[in-house]
């Protein structure tokens, strides 16, 4: 009996501890396979694409005969946060979603430049490097500023522009991040687990469900790349605003917006509006910073509105 009982003790001590040490592992094996599956469901296949300077990792679905959508993340983010309002498009578009440069499964280069600038110059890259001429645009976040500035920059590569909840103009009113950037403190930088949870709450209002041991392997993701979400912060933020020059934006554009956003305030789309006479703008109440991925069918739906206008075949 003494035999059976050590042994069972020291089970349960090697349990507890394979546990606590594959916790974050177990957590990554979940998200990795599960966003592995929805693309194949999709009809999505992940691959990567030399543009020279480096290899861009990216989901590739749709129709290849019909027009383009580029779908760009934000800041800290991947191409998954795009793939359930890409499923919406996959029968009347080609659908290209990158990983930007220092971000998912495209390299973080230490000085490798991770301006606004730099990122459009590398999706200049990547059409060349696939073959396509133009595109229908749309970002989210930081994702958002660069489409703005791809469209700006390259208005021959651009047939429309959307924006969701982008960066990239002043807001009148700061943000719950704005007052933490204020402070000292940047939500993005995590240190801990429990800050983790505090920053996630601030990205959406909606956010889908998601186990606790993905959550925690996210938060050790962040812990561990604190280092680079820091200098890709700081050249992301070194780029200037785009009101000179929205003026002579060429392409239509759609603006998307949560009211409840906490990383970019809502008021921005006042500075967008000004600036952007003809832009389209939908504010949805009781969404945050991601609609996207919070209401993922009513914001494709209005995106494939838009679309809807401007139909043109541009392969």
Same mark, same amino acid.
Not at 37 to 54: C, M
Not at 235 to 259: I, K
């Given at each position: ?104 499964? /495209? $390299? ?6 991770? #301006? ?6 590398? !999706?200049? +890259?990547?059409? &060349? ?109 070194? /780029? $200037? ?6 003026? #002579? ?6 603006? !998307?917006? +949560?009211?409840? &956003? ?54």
């Amino acid at each position: 009996m003494k035999k059976f009982l050590l042994t069972a003790f020291v089970t349960l001590i090697a349990g507890g501890l394979w546990s606590y040490h594959s916790y974050p592992a177990l957590g990554h094996l979940l998200y990795t396979a599960s966003m592995a599956g929805e693309a194949s469901i999709y009809g999505f296949k992940e691959r990567r694409v030399d543009i020279g300077e480096l290899e861009m990792s990216l989901y590739q679905g749709g129709n290849p005969e019909q027009p383009t959508l580029l779908m760009l993340h934000g800041y800290s983010a991947d191409k998954n946060v795009w793939l359930r309002f890409a499923k919406h498009f996959v029968d009347d578009y080609h659908i290209i979603i990158p990983d930007m440069a220092g971000h998912g499964d /495209t $390299a973080f280069v230490s000085g490798g430049d991770y #301006s606004i600038t730099a990122q459009s110059r590398r !999706l200049q +890259g990547l059409l &060349d490097a696939l073959n396509i001429d133009q595109v229908h645009i749309i970002g989210n976040s930081m994702g958002g500023f660069i489409s703005a500035d791809f469209s700006l920059s390259y208005p021959e590569r651009v047939l429309t522009t959307g924006l969701v909840d982008p960066a990239g103009v002043n807001s009148p009113e700061p943000s719950t991040m704005q007052k933490l950037l204020a402070e000292g403190r940047n939500p993005f930088l995590v240190e801990k687990r429990d800050q983790f949870r505090e920053f996630y709450a601030m990205t959406m209002a909606k956010p889908p469900w998601m186990p606790g041991v993905v959550l925690d392997a996210m938060a050790e993701d962040y812990q561990q790349r604190r280092t680079e979400l820091a200098e890709i912060f700081n050249d992301f933020h070194s /780029t $200037a605003l785009l009101e000179p020059r929205l003026a #002579s934006l060429r392409s239509p554009a759609l603006l !998307l917006w +949560g009211s409840e &956003d906490q990383l970019i305030h809502v008021s921005s789309v006042d500075t967008w509006r000004a600036a952007i006479p003809t832009l389209e703008i939908t504010v949805w109440e009781g969404i945050g910073h991601m609609p996207m991925l919070e209401i993922p069918a009513e914001s494709a739906a209005r995106y494939q509105q838009f679309l809807s206008k401007y139909s043109e075949s541009a392969q």
